[in-house]
């Protein structure tokens, strides 16, 4: 199995899960003591976010990269960017190393597509419901990509940074993101894609009337499949 390289710390909470998923998963696929051959580079989130907030994506892409160039010496083989919204920098990231990085839009559109589905709702940071570098990868992937109304967008970003990256979970947070799920799945969406890892600390199958895509363990299950098979994809 390859070694893999997590980009992780937007927020270690789902960082955390990550790593939960990617142990579970290897364990499943080899059974016994197995677990999954990894290396870390966790960032500081602080410092991500106020680049986020300032529209710096070009510095934050250079941390990034910088933490890909680390991983890739430390013997990572395939990398992943923990996170939906740094996708916005993968690119940037990809260029700076030499191994595979696996993109999270890319395993979550196929997951989608495969469970036969062609319209879906996407939750997320504002970055990622608003701005083209996830919603337009989903769309290349054959989805058709609804996002909430403005207020649904504002409440949904508010929870993800005021709450799940801290890592508290409200039962009145979980009631609002049903009530923007419903409106998601009248206006035609056949799924719902988490794309904010920290939304799987919130969101469960049940909440839902139609199926959830948890981006952090799609990202994983195509993380593991990928090193058990001996390569990845850009």
């Given at each position: 199995?390859k ?19 990617l ?5 499943e ?119 909430p ?29 049903r ?6 799945v ?49």
């Amino acid at each position: 199995m390859k070694t893999l390289g997590l980009i992780g710390g937007m927020s270690w909470e789902s960082t955390a899960e990550y790593y939960r998923h990617l142990n579970e998963l290897t364990r499943e696929r080899l059974g016994g003591l197995h677990s999954a051959p990894l290396v870390l580079y966790s960032v500081d989130f602080a410092t991500v976010e106020r680049l986020q907030a300032e529209g710096r994506w070009e510095e934050a892409g250079a941390l990034l990269a910088e933490a890909a160039r680390a991983l890739q010496a430390a013997g990572a083989e395939l990398l992943l960017i923990c996170t939906n919204t740094m996708h916005k920098v993968a690119d940037q990231v990809a260029a700076a190393v030499r191994v595979p990085l696996l993109h999270l839009a890319d395993a979550t559109a196929r997951a989608a597509r495969t469970a036969g589905l062609r319209r879906v709702g996407l939750l997320g940071t504002a970055f990622t419901m608003e701005q083209d570098f996830y919603r337009g990868r989903l769309a290349a992937g054959g989805l058709d990509v609804l996002v909430p109304d403005p207020e649904g967008r504002a409440l949904v970003h508010r929870v993800i940074y005021q709450e799940l990256c801290l890592g508290v979970v409200r039962e009145e947070s979980r009631a609002a993101y049903r009530r923007v799920i419903e409106d998601l799945v009248a206006a035609g969406a056949e799924g719902i894609v988490l794309g904010c890892t920290e939304i799987e600390l919130l969101v469960r199958p049940e909440d839902s009337p139609v199926p959830l895509f948890p981006t952090a363990r799609l990202h994983a299950e195509a993380a593991v499949e990928a090193a058990l098979a001996g390569g990845g994809t850009d």
